[in-house]
């Protein structure tokens, strides 16, 4: 069974319970049925810091999935269209790379 733990130091309201079934169903279709996953919604600021700890950048992407070992995103950058980025991040964190595939997948499971 997957544990998904979800923590939101966003500010902002974040469907948490649509996030889980999402982040379910990707590791579902990927064929991880054991482990563990963050999710974590941050704030602006917090994204920023993290972005420029983790790679060295101070600019402001809508999620940080990777570097962190968690899908961590950003609600106040990504609005009502969580679902891609999400999406997006889960397929970094299982080891896709940019590209045709990736983006074939992401097509799929949004």
């Known amino acids: ?7 939101n130091r966003s500010g902002a309201d974040v ?4 996030a889980e ?4 169903r990707v590791l579902s279709a990927e064929g991880i049925d054991d482990g563990d996953l963050g999710l974590l919604f941050v704030g602006p600021a917090e994204m920023r810091t993290l972005k420029r700890e983790h790679l060295g950048r101070d600019d402001l992407p809508d999620g940080l999935p990777r570097q962190l070992g968690d ?3 950003c609600p106040q950058v990504v609005g009502e269209k969580w679902q891609a980025p ?3 991040g889960l397929l970094h964190l299982l080891g896709y790379d940019h590209g045709v595939e990736m983006e074939r ?3 799929e499971l949004v």
């Open 15 to 18: 469907d948490e319970h649509g």
């Open 71 to 73: 899908a961590v995103i």
């Open 86 to 88: 999400l999406v997006h």
């Open 105 to 107: 997948r992401e097509t």
């Open 21 to 24: 079934e999402l982040a379910r």
């Open 1 to 7: 069974m997957v544990t998904v733990e979800i923590e």
